[in-house]
T-cell receptor
């Protein structure tokens, strides 16, 4: 899987939008961009994923650059509960016979702090 | 609650010992993934099973082994434990191998003294 680069940490104020950047300059055409987050003392949790187009779900939005070399996870109104480590992960879901590319390769992620 | 359960929540044992960690996937999920999270290495993929068969291996030590049983629960066996094996061990499950979203359990915290 291709490598991603994220800032080590970011701070946000409660109720304000947060933009979490991710660079993936070596992304391949079949790599999906996934975001997971890990709240303190919990297992990772899926946030959102996309391939080329921007995506929205109840948790967040994912903005993908036209050249796909970077993406941004957008939390529209940060809450204290959004304080977590956010991981940007590339996954190629094309599988060869007898194999699987389903495992996630986590980097160090971005630790998001939310101030009241 | 992801629907994935892991037992035990905490485990404290001595070096050289052997332990077994258990994971029950979400109902209907066929694939189980094991991950290790330590302070120095971060979250690392260990091994994946799909419907009882090993499908992919990551950075899993030879002292570690896993299996998935006919009822789809999985066990991770860690033997000849070393201090460096102290970590959080997570399992995750998906219905198929092509699923975008992995559901993670709450983890087992292993402390080796």
């Amino acid at each position: 899987d291709a490598k991603t680069t994220q800032p080590n940490s970011m701070e946000s104020n409660e109720e304000e939008p947060v933009h979490l950047p991710c660079n993936h300059s070596t992304i391949s055409g079949t790599d999906y961009i996934h975001w997971y987050r890990q709240l303190p003392s919990q297992g990772p949790e899926y946030v959102i994923h996309g391939l080329t187009s921007n995506v929205n779900n109840r948790m967040a939005s994912l903005a993908i650059a036209e050249d796909r070399k970077s993406s941004t996870l957008i939390l529209h109104r940060a809450t204290l509960r959004d304080a977590a480590v956010y991981y940007c992960i590339l996954r190629d879901l094309h599988m060869n016979y007898g194999g699987s590319q389903g495992n996630l390769i986590f980097g160090k992620g971005t630790k998001l702090s939310v101030k009241p | 609650d992801s629907g994935v359960t892991q037992t035990p929540k905490h485990l404290i044992t001595a070096t050289g010992q052997r332990v077994t960690l258990r994971c029950s996937p979400r109902s209907g999920d066929l694939s189980v993934y094991w991950y290790q999270q330590s302070l120095d290495q971060g979250l690392q993929f260990l091994i994946q099973y799909y419907n009882g068969e090993e499908r992919a291996k990551g950075n899993i030590l030879e002292r570690f082994s896993a299996q998935q049983f006919p009822d789809l629960h999985s066990e991770l066996n860690l033997s000849s434990l070393e201090l460096g094996d102290s970590a959080l061990y997570f399992c995750a499950s998906t219905r198929s191998e092509r699923d975008y979203e992995q559901y993670f359990g709450p983890g087992t915290r292993l402390t080796v003294t």
